[in-house]
T-cell receptor, first 112, second 113 residues
């Protein structure tokens, strides 16, 4: 079983719609969760972090965490073509001091 | 983005060559990382340095040799690589190893022929 799993996509979303991305993780002791965005040919950049159950909103982005079900999701409201990228879910396992485990990423395509 | 700079951007090398990747960070961070990103595979952590001291070596083959002369510079020395080592090599930094807000460089696209 992969430690952090994401659907590779592509997730095709009409402009203005909500893009919903999911991520599941295997280490029940994980405490910190992150979403990175990576444009084609560019480096990943951190867009959201979440540490406790529930929702966290930042602009058009909402991260949702459910530790009991071991999943974290990212919602992108009012999707724009500039949101087209690969979104990487990253998890800090409970026992690893300085190691982030990444999922394979979900490619999102926002169509005008 | 000029916080973390990697050179070269692209590198093609034969299996018998020796080359080095360079990373420099201008953020005043104390931790630096090497990650490998292969097609259709998750980002893989290779090495972690904290204040020039290696704190993690994630079971990386010895044909990859890191060097951290100071907290601003990180190198990855390559020798006798295999074609399957072709990938995007990303350098990252953070304030400390307890800070997981990683700042990535733009990477070096390595092709081993």
């Amino acid at each position: 079983q992969k430690e952090v799993e994401q659907n590779s996509g592509p997730l095709s979303v009409p402009e203005g719609a909500i893009a919903s991305l999911n991520c599941t993780y295997s280490d029940r002791g994980s405490q910190s969760f992150f979403w990175y965005r990576q444009y084609s040919g560019k480096s990943p950049e951190l867009i959201m972090s979440i540490y406790s159950n529930g929702d966290k909103e930042d602009g058009r982005f909402t991260a949702q965490l459910n530790k009991a079900s071991q999943y974290v999701s990212l919602l992108i409201r009012d999707s724009q073509p500039s949101d087209s990228a690969t979104y990487l879910c990253a998890v800090k396992p409970g026992t690893a001091g300085n190691k982030l485990t990444f999922g394979g990423g979900t490619r999102v395509l926002v169509k005008p | 983005e000029t916080g973390v700079t990697q050179t070269p951007r692209h590198l093609v090398m034969g299996m018998t060559n020796k080359k080095s990747l360079k990373c420099e960070q201008h953020l005043g961070h104390n931790a630096m990382y090497w990650y490998k990103q292969s097609a259709k595979k998750p980002l893989e952590l290779m090495f972690v340095y904290s204040l020039e001291e290696r704190v993690e070596n994630n079971s990386v083959p010895s044909r990859f040799s890191p060097e951290c002369p100071n907290s601003s510079h990180l190198f990855l020395h390559l020798h006798t690589l295999q074609p399957e080592d072709s990938a995007l090599y990303l350098c990252a930094s953070s304030r400390g190893t307890g800070d997981i807000n990683l700042h990535f460089g733009n990477g070096t696209r390595l092709t081993v022929t």
